[in-house]
């Protein structure tokens, strides 16, 4: 059997050049600006992707088209890379990102395959350094070596591979589905106070008599802030930080690999409630760990509120995201330092209903 001879990016492609100088405008006119904060998540999502204003002939230079490779040269996401799709619309790339167009004698899928993998992520960090801003120019991300076999056998691996990419794209979809019906039961029985059976119940100020007040810290069985982690892009540990946290969910394309050892209470755990704490613009996300994390901790900016055993993990998750919208305007100090303390958390109010109706809540959640 023939082997596959050896390639490098730069040899299959047909033009990589940088991208656009521009700013996002807060209109939806011009074109769609896609940032690198826009191809960090598993697929882009082109409704929260901004516009910017942009001359035709600076468009044409700069626009994307099916199949081009974008690829981020710079910050905590270096090496992050999405395929641009069938569907996208009039877009052009911001200029922290490099965008690389493939020959035509290539399968465009199964390299976009390849450089969308953890493989070039890896490779691209080594080349890019550890510092606090890594980079890594065009030359760099282009020097990435593989294996190209025959064109026929490209497009089949690719035509596998894209078969799983498909059924995964459609579970993410229903699980978003399942999660807001989950938040709208949520809104139904403990916002609007509209639970199975409520015309029968005797209310105090609005709330029935048999629900208890108290703090979110007496349901609490650790309430702490993350550490300073040690970077290792080789360590198995993982490090969340806060850009990991965004609308409501936990993504992990942010996070960063750590060594440092930590006492098993500081370990993430199924069910913890993860809540930004320093500084503006973030401050106050929240998100619940709701799958199963191994050897993962939070760092300093981030803290960890764990509810005791006993206490219903899904109305404790979203009690607290419902807090969100006010955890953003609780934090104090100056600007830039605002600090969201723990103590502020575990001090916040909440009003916990009757047992039957907690075990109900958390069957139709779960």
């Known amino acids: 059997m023939k082997a596959w001879p050896e390639t490098t990016l730069k040899k299959v492609a047909k033009k ?4 656009y100088t521009a700013s996002a405008t807060e209109t939806n006119t011009g074109v769609k600006f ?3 904060t826009d191809i960090a998540p598993r697929t882009i999502d082109w409704s929260a992707v901004p516009y910017c204003e942009i001359s035709e002939g600076d468009f044409e230079k700069s626009k994307l088209s099916y199949g081009d490779i974008v690829i981020a040269r710079t910050g905590a996401t270096v090496g992050y890379a999405k395929q641009i799709g069938k569907n996208q619309l009039r877009a052009v790339f911001a200029s922290y990102l490099v965008r690389v167009k493939l020959k035509d004698d290539v399968s465009s899928k199964f390299v976009g395959l390849l450089v969308e993998s953890s493989n070039f992520k890896n490779y691209i960090s080594t080349i890019a350094g550890g510092s606090a801003q890594p980079n890594a120019n065009a030359k760099d991300l282009s020097s990435y070596p593989f294996y190209l076999p025959p064109k026929p056998a490209q497009e089949k691996i690719a035509a596998i591979l894209s078969a799983y990419d498909d059924l995964i794209e459609n579970n993410q979809r229903r699980i978003a589905l399942l999660e ?3 938040e709208e039961i ?3 029985w403990f916002v609007r106070m509209r639970f199975p059976g409520h015309e029968q119940v005797e209310k105090v ?3 029935p008599e ?12 650790y309430l702490k802030r993350g550490v300073a982690p040690q970077y290792d892009e080789l360590a198995e540990g993982v490090a969340i930080n806060q850009k990991c946290i965004r609308d409501g969910k936990l993504d992990l394309s942010f996070a960063r690999h750590q060594s440092r050892d930590v006492s098993p209470d500081r370990q993430i755990r199924f069910g913890d409630v993860l809540v930004n704490s320093t500084g503006e613009g973030t401050l106050g996300r929240v998100a619940q760990v709701l799958f199963p994390l191994a050897n993962s901790i939070v760092d300093s900016h981030v803290t960890i509120v764990r509810p005791k055993s006993g206490v219903p993990i ?6 607290l995201k419902a807090w969100e919208v006010h955890f953003c305007n609780m934090g104090r100090g100056a600007t830039n330092q605002t600090e969201l303390a723990p103590s502020v958390i575990g001090g916040v109010d909440v009003i916990m209903p009757s047992k039957h109706l907690q075990d109900a809540f958390e069957a139709q959640a779960e």
């Open 16 to 19: 990589i050049d940088y991208g």
């Open 205 to 207: 100020k609005g709330v």
């Open 34 to 36: 896609l940032r690198i």
């Open 186 to 188: 949520y809104r139904e």
């Open 180 to 182: 807001k019906m989950a």
């Open 314 to 319: 899904h109305f404790f998750g979203m009690t």
């Open 210 to 221: 048999d629900w208890q007040r108290t703090k979110v810290v007496a349901l609490t069985s």
